[in-house]
């Protein structure tokens, strides 16, 4: 039984490590800075739609 919910846990890991390499190969591609925003903020939501990424609230 120890041995099934270990290699469980070993196959989530994997595949957490793989979905987060596929991420960085998305996000391997040229920045460009649009605009900055006028104050800093913390603790905001993001969202990407059609490509283009939204901060959403946040505090100031």
């Known amino acids: ?3 099934v919910m270990t290699s469980k ?6 595949v957490f490590i793989f979905l987060l390499m596929q991420m960085e ?3 391997g591609g040229d ?4 605009t900055e925003l006028s104050t800093k903020r913390l ?4 969202a990407v739609v059609e490509g283009k990424i ?3 609230g ?3």
């Open 1 to 3: 039984m120890l041995n």
């Open 9 to 14: 846990k070993i196959m989530v890991i994997v």
């Open 25 to 27: 190969a998305l996000a």
């Open 31 to 34: 920045w460009e800075l649009i």
């Open 43 to 46: 603790a905001f939501a993001t």
């Open 54 to 56: 939204y901060l959403i």
């Open 58 to 60: 946040g505090t100031l």
